[in-house]
C-alpha cells in the first residue's frame, strides 16, 4: 500500500527557475492539500482541493499553484522560485464527507526543496 | 486571529510519563488533532478530539477542554522511539486546520 506518493525527495532549484513538485495517492481520498513547514513555524496551508476539478488558496498561496485533473494526482508548481520557498514540503490527503473535512490527513514523505 | 501556542521542546525520562500541553484560539471549533512527527519524517496522526474529556488509546490519551481551548496529550511508559516532535491542530469553523509549531519531546535513558 503506497497511500501518498511524493517526488522528488530533495531538489536544489536556482532562483528564477519553474519546479513542479508531485504528489500521487491511491486512497482514493476526495481532498488534498499542500503545505510547507518551516523550522519554528507550525504546517502552513499552500493550496488545497476538496474533489477534482477544483483547487482553493490557503495561507501562503503566493508563488504556488496547483491542478486537480483527477482524483489521484495534486501537483504544487513554482512558476519562477526564489529563496524564501526552501523549505520541506508536505502533501496530504484526507476522506471528506458532506462539505466538511473531519479526518485524519495522510501525509507523504515530503519534498525538501532549496533554493539558491 | 486563530493561534496555537505549544511548548518548543520537553525532556523527559524512559519509563515516565509525559504532558504536552495546548492551548487555541481559532474562530469557530471543529476539532482538535494531536499529530507525531520523528525527525526528517511525515507527520502521523494519533488523536482526534471534538467533545470534552479524556480519549484513551494504548500509552498515548488525549484530553479537550472546549471552554478553556486546552488540549493535552499524555504519554504514559515512555521509549526511546516516542522521541519525535508532537504537533497539535485546532480545526476552525472552515473546517481548516491551524498548526503550532510543534513540541520536540527529547526521552532520556
Known amino acids: 500500500i503506497a497511500g501518498i506518493t511524493q517526488a522528488p525527495t530533495s531538489q536544489i532549484l536556482a532562483a528564477g527557475r519553474r519546479m513542479t513538485l508531485r504528489c500521487t495517492q491511491d486512497m482514493r481520498h476526495n481532498a488534498m492539500y499542500w503545505y510547507r513547514q518551516d523550522l519554528g513555524l507550525g504546517l502552513r496551508l499552500i493550496h488545497y482541493s476538496n474533489t477534482a476539478g477544483t483547487t482553493g488558496k490557503g495561507e501562503v498561496p503566493d508563488g504556488y499553484s496547483v491542478s486537480r485533473a483527477n482524483t489521484d494526482d495534486f501537483p504544487l508548481t513554482l512558476a519562477s522560485a526564489v529563496p524564501s520557498q526552501t523549505s520541506v514540503y508536505f502533501c496530504?490527503?484526507?476522506?471528506?464527507?458532506?462539505?466538511?473535512?473531519?479526518?485524519?490527513?495522510?501525509f507523504g514523505e515530503g519534498s525538501r526543496l532549496t533554493v539558491l | 486571529g486563530q493561534n496555537i501556542d505549544q511548548p518548543t521542546e520537553m525532556t523527559a525520562t524512559e519509563g515516565a510519563i509525559v504532558q504536552i500541553n495546548c492551548t487555541y484560539q481559532t474562530s469557530g471549533f471543529n476539532g482538535l488533532f494531536w499529530y507525531q512527527q520523528h525527525a526528517g519524517e511525515a507527520p502521523t496522526f494519533l488523536s482526534y478530539?471534538?467533545l470534552d474529556g479524556l480519549e484513551e488509546k494504548g500509552r498515548f490519551s488525549s484530553f479537550l477542554s472546549r471552554s478553556k481551548g486546552y488540549s493535552y496529550l499524555l504519554l504514559k511508559e515512555l521509549q526511546m522511539k516516542d522521541s519525535a516532535s508532537y504537533l497539535c491542530?485546532?480545526?476552525?469553523?472552515?473546517?481548516?486546520?491551524?498548526w503550532g509549531a510543534g513540541t520536540k519531546l527529547i526521552i532520556k535513558p
Open positions: 478530539n471534538v
Open positions: 496530504a490527503s484526507s476522506e471528506q464527507t458532506s462539505g466538511s473535512t473531519t479526518g485524519e490527513l495522510f
Open positions: 491542530a485546532a480545526m476552525d469553523s472552515n473546517y481548516q486546520l491551524i
